[in-house]
């Protein structure tokens, strides 16, 4: 049993990669709302969903013998296997219900996340996926820590994992209480504790292996349902997306203003900043890298990419059609709308549950009860994906990362490693639990935006710079991540967003007038690290620096690249 800990610990730290960046949106959007009549036919969907989940699980563990196995499937993943699963981490609920929500309220505008989170991918395939592979290990650390020294660098990467996977993992877990209350009927603090028990489980037995078979099915029932509900709103139009967006812009209350840009993100620098974040964030989440030592080679590296980007694209242009189908569909539709709400503020605004609701209530509205259901199911079935792919990843720089390196030095046997990240695990899912609840009442839409920003401003510029730039240091590489990752934090914290609207200060006293600091914390990393870098003269730099040659050219050819392999 020891041994299978370790597989699911490599699954998880996937998962929670491609999660992240859908998250952003659901977050904050789903603020919950009265709770429901209970949703029998959601329920049983997602309980089939679970039992399936969970029968993979075993079949994963009798499968995962080894640390290679529980990090990273051993290799075994294919290229179309694992591009799926990519897409599968990708899309969350939180990207499914608050794009199109987003663009529900603001038309085009609402693209803007869509079109940040889809333009990293590039990014990730011409710089990040083919030499992360070949230098392969098991989590990025292992990437950026190559020719510098293990402890410090080590010691930064986890921190930067970490911290990311709480803020993800809090606004998951709140989203995941207020869309199942609002969904199932149920009791906040009971979706919460459901969902962490579940993700508990799926870690510490499961492995990279069962994370992402979970996240296919995920993918594949999730590309289903939104590709019927689109399919299903441009029938009722004739298959004519142009009267569709006719009829949107004579029902929305701000008409031709919906169909063109501007209005989300008026603030240049803001919109710099944020797609810089979405951009370089998805390069530097440590569940999306994670992914890349799945596969057997680079090759199979970038074929995942390639369709990962692929299906990511398609999904992202059916939020489109499916926010301006709930603009004609739902907020037409007095079922879906609250009366005194409708009254004060119009249609748009009185939306059940929020305008996170809006693809749910359109699932409603195009395919009745059952549709519904399954459309619930999937929702919280991708929260828990989520959920499961963060906690692995942090369970990961705990174990492998600081336990068998920093502590350790390197003399960790796999079994106590496994040990290590059951325990992490466990640890990890009952603190979810609790920060899920403690935090129920807040707006924790800048958690996610302060993730991304973080792993842009941290862990991005490390992992970069580590394969690609001879000079770095450990000295440089330390300072500048950390100076990266504070700033980002501090600069979040004094941000509008969190400064006025959390804690509650006079509107207009934030002391950073930006919602989203990336475009200055990656600066400061960049800098820091360039700075620290070309000024250490010791003797660890000069070592640091000879090692660049053979590790750049195995970076780039391959030549020495083992398969996914036992420490």
Not at 205 to 214: D, H
Not at 236 to 254: D, I, T, W, Y
Not at 400 to 420: C, K, P, S, W
Not at 515 to 536: K, R
Request: charged share 10%; net charge positive; proline share 3%.
């Amino acid at each position: 049993m020891r041994r299978v800990t370790h597989r699911a610990g490599a699954l998880a730290l996937a998962a929670p990669l491609a999660l992240a960046p859908a998250l952003a949106f659901a977050a904050g959007a789903v603020e919950g709302g009265p709770k429901q009549a209970t949703n029998w036919s959601a329920i049983s969907m997602f309980v089939v969903f679970v039992f399936l989940t969970l029968g993979i699980t075993y079949w994963a563990a009798s499968r995962t013998k080894s640390a290679a196995q529980f990090y990273s499937a051993g290799g075994g993943i294919t290229g179309f296997q694992n591009g799926m699963a990519i897409a599968g981490d990708y899309m969350s609920a939180a990207s499914f219900l608050g794009i199109s929500g987003l663009v529900y309220l603001s038309g085009y505008d609402g693209l803007i996340y869509s079109v940040g989170f889809l333009v990293g991918w590039p990014i990730v395939t011409f710089l990040i996926a083919e030499p992360l592979r070949n230098l392969g290990k098991y989590t990025f650390a292992d990437v950026a820590s190559f020719r510098l020294k293990q402890t410090e660098i080590r010691v930064l990467a986890a921190c930067g994992t970490l911290v990311t996977v709480a803020f993800y993992l809090i606004a998951q877990m709140v989203g995941a209480g207020a869309l199942i209350q609002i969904l199932f009927g149920l009791d906040y603090w009971i979706a919460v504790v459901i969902v962490g028990v579940l993700m508990i489980v799926y870690v510490t037995f499961g492995g990279m292996l069962a994370t992402t078979w979970v996240q296919i099915i995920k993918a594949v029932l999730l590309l289903s349902g939104a590709t019927f509900m689109a399919l299903a709103v441009l029938w009722n139009f004739g298959f004519s997306p142009e009267s569709l967006f006719a009829r949107a812009v004579q029902v929305h209350p701000k008409h031709d203003a919906i169909m063109a840009p501007g209005t989300l993100v008026s603030n240049p620098v803001s919109a710099i900043s944020l797609g810089l974040a979405l951009i370089f964030g998805t390069a530097g989440l440590p569940h999306i890298l994670m992914r890349f030592f799945t596969v057997a080679d680079a090759k199979a590296a970038r074929k995942s990419v390639f369709y990962a980007t692929g299906l990511i694209g398609y999904f992202y242009i059916l939020t489109f059609i499916i926010g301006f189908g709930a603009i004609t569909l739902v907020a037409t539709n007095p079922d879906f709308l609250d009366p005194a709400i409708a009254a004060a503020k119009g249609p748009l605004a009185a939306i059940k549950g929020g305008s996170n609701m809006a693809a749910i209530h359109l699932a409603n509205a195009v395919g009745g009860n059952l549709f519904l259901g399954f459309i619930s199911a999937v929702a919280f079935a991708t929260i828990l994906a989520v959920v499961s792919g963060l906690t692995l990843a942090g369970a990961s720089a705990i174990s492998h990362d600081l336990y068998a390196t920093v502590f350790r030095h390197g003399n960790a046997n796999e079994q106590d490693e496994m040990r290590i990240s059951k325990i992490a695990t466990i640890f990890l899912g009952i603190l979810a639990i609790i920060l899920g609840i403690v935090f129920q009442k807040q707006n924790v839409a800048f958690m996610v935006g302060l993730a991304f920003c973080i792993a842009a401003s941290c862990n991005f510029p490390v992992l970069l710079l580590s394969m690609f730039w001879k000079g770095l240091t450990t000295r440089g590489a330390l300072i500048g991540g950390f100076l990266g990752l504070i700033s980002a934090v501090v600069m979040v914290v004094l941000s509008p967003s969190v400064w006025e609207v959390t804690i509650g200060n006079p509107k207009g006293s934030a002391p950073f007038p930006y919602e989203n600091p990336a475009l200055f914390s990656m600066a400061i990393a960049f800098i820091g690290i360039w700075l620290f870098s070309v000024t250490d003269k010791s003797a660890r730099a000069a070592t640091d620096r000879g090692g660049f040659e053979a590790q750049f050219v195995r970076c780039q050819t391959g030549i020495g690249a083992s398969g996914a392999s036992a420490h």
